[in-house]
């Protein structure tokens, strides 16, 4: 084996247990972790210090936002799936999948952009107060970040699949990390749900 060739690609670092990729995206996703963590640290503190916080229950879309949290998490199921298949080196299947899990991203966006609409119509913007700055920065944070998800996984099924056929284990590889970003996404929306809807 050449010594230019980039290694631990296919199979996992003796002293990490992991690939090179694997280890990447846990890396990006620990610093996602602070930035979402910021962020719930400091609506913590917006709520706690507000007299009249209202109950996102009272002003919310609750309805909505429990359909698009079982969107997310089928769309989790059908991303592990997707990856699964590759396993048995079942591509048709792979793809069915993958273009599943990316019809419900969209499906996703379409419903908060119903929700979004709503509160633009009644004036309700991020300058409104304290409670809808915090809720437009975390959604609209969280729905770049399944925008990102779409593009990714989109590329994998459009493009990228091309590389299946000259080394199908670093191809899985790949859709493996990108699940652990599309699982990261979906985790961050069960978050958001309870305390921006439900509390």
Avoid at 26 to 48: D, K, N, P, Q, V
Avoid at 50 to 69: K, Q, Y
Avoid at 174 to 186: K, N, P, S, T
């Amino acid at each position: 084996m050449s010594d230019n060739l980039i290694r631990y690609i296919d199979h996992p670092h003796p002293v990490t247990g992991v690939t090179n990729s694997k280890l990447g995206v846990w890396c990006f996703l620990a610093s996602e972790i602070m930035l979402f963590g910021g962020l719930f640290s400091a609506y913590i503190m917006l709520r706690t210090g507000s007299m009249d916080w209202p109950h996102g229950s009272t002003i919310l879309n609750v309805p909505l936002a429990t359909l698009n949290t079982l969107v997310l998490i089928v769309s989790s199921v059908t991303m592990v799936m997707a990856w699964a298949s590759l396993e048995l080196k079942n591509l048709a299947k792979y793809k069915m999948y993958m273009a599943i899990t990316i019809l419900l991203g969209i499906c996703f966006l379409i419903i908060k952009s119903f929700e979004y609409g709503h509160k633009f119509e009644n004036h309700h913007f991020p300058s409104t107060n304290n409670f809808y700055a915090t809720y437009f920065t975390l959604t609209g944070l969280h729905g770049l970040h399944v925008i990102g998800g779409i593009l990714v996984n989109t590329y994998f099924l459009l493009f990228g699949v091309k590389m299946w056929e000259k080394s199908p284990e670093q191809f899985t590889g790949r859709i493996e990390a990108a699940g652990l970003y599309w699982h990261f996404v979906d985790l961050v929306w069960i978050f958001l749900f309870p305390v921006l809807y439900l509390l």
